[in-house]
């Protein structure tokens, strides 16, 4: 269901992005004067970064045609890059999942991919598909920002929740007490005796299932 | 998808909640579905495994890829959350 990055050559009558308001979407925090940077392509800038509750979307200031779109259930991860070695100017580090086989994410060597592709084929400005884009840099001329930015980030990707998620197993969770209580300062190791069957007992889900003596 | 944490036996008077309360600011190693690790000190994490952490390294097979300082992992990519013996000078 990730739909990757892609590109838009449209915005609305107040410059921004056109909301899907079937989807309830709003705009959570808009930054301006932001560079974007695909993969290892050159920095394009400058531009407004809106964040809005179902997607990432930085429009070109100059270029009314070009603006890219990723969507939040596409983001697989976003971090705050202060690692000069990494990209010279503080900024946010995302992936992208454009819905490839995850096989192709990072080669067996250690080196990853999509960052390497040349975006070169592709036509800047108009209408494309970008889900070969694995890396993204959001690179605010105010570097102070990222703080908030990272936030406001998190907090919209958290809105957006896998559509499937409520399977069997959601939510729960299985660890091992020991490990954990064990460093806490005060933890009673003693205590922390785990019993298994009585555990697995209580589960209504491992009793026996009913079987029926008519199929009506 | 469940989510793990390294080690077998299951706590049986403990939460999730509680759980998660508990390892807030421990050092963490999360392992997505790619293999892909990160490690750092787990800041907070929600029922979706959607997971925020500081002082963050990358890992690809096993080799420092990159640094981060806060960074979000999105839950539906977390193979497990393991607490690492690893500590940051607390006593």
Known sequence: MARGLVSVNERSEDGGPFLETVNEERIAHVQPSVGIVLGESPAEQPGTLYVTTRRLVWLSDEDVHKGYVVDFLSLTMHAISRDEDAYPQPCIYSQID?????DEEYEEDGTDDGAEEPLESENHGSVGDFSHVTEMRLVPRDASSLDHLFQVLCDCAALNPDPEGEQEGEGDWFFNEDEVMSNVIGGDRANNHVDLAELLMQDPRFEDADEEESGT | MSGGVGGGAVGSAKTPADFLKSIRGRPVVVKLNSGVDYRGILACLDGYMNIAMEQTE???????????GDAFIRGNNVLYIST???TLGDA
């Open chain 1, 98 to 102: 454009g819905g490839e086989d995850e």
């Open chain 2, 58 to 68: 990358e890992y690809v097979n096993g080799q420092l890829k990159n640094k981060y």
């Open chain 2, 84 to 86: 690492t013996k690893r």
